[in-house]
């Protein structure tokens, strides 16, 4: 089983959980998904929102040949492109439509100067764990 919390000692987070522990056994890493579609082109250039949802959609793909889903996932590190705080909150807004609203994984939001192509602005990893 996934469990997820927030110890009342941090400070209340937006979007993610302060912890998450499981005591399943299958452990599935995602590989750093980007807004590439299924024939490699990139999804919307210059447009967060758009690419945040072909990530997250990549995820659930790449999760789903796995045998796991969105609410399997215990832990994600997202790298953003020159991160500020309107892009941060892009990113939470259509990440909401992927993810648990009672229980999101774990996270950690990293700004970083580029990604492996220049029109990428988001590449995010996940973990999964499942019985």
Avoid: C, W
Wanted: hydrophobic content about 45%; aromatic content about 6%.
């Amino acid at each position: 089983m996934n469990t997820f919390m927030n110890p009342p000692e941090l400070s209340r987070p937006n979007g993610f959980v302060h912890v998450a522990t499981s005591t399943f056994t299958k452990t599935i890493m995602v590989s750093g998904q980007v807004a590439y579609d299924g024939q490699g082109r990139i999804v919307g250039v210059g447009d967060l929102g758009a690419q945040t949802h072909q990530v997250y959609a990549n995820i659930e793909t790449a999760l789903k040949a796995a045998g796991a889903s969105m609410r399997d996932v215990v832990k994600t590190v997202l790298f953003v492109r020159d991160l500020n705080p309107e892009k941060a909150r892009i990113i939470r807004e259509v990440r909401k439509a992927f993810l648990s609203a009672d229980n999101p994984p774990a996270s950690t939001m990293i700004g970083a100067a580029s990604l492996a192509h220049h029109d990428l602005l988001l590449e995010v990893e996940a973990i999964a764990m499942v019985a």
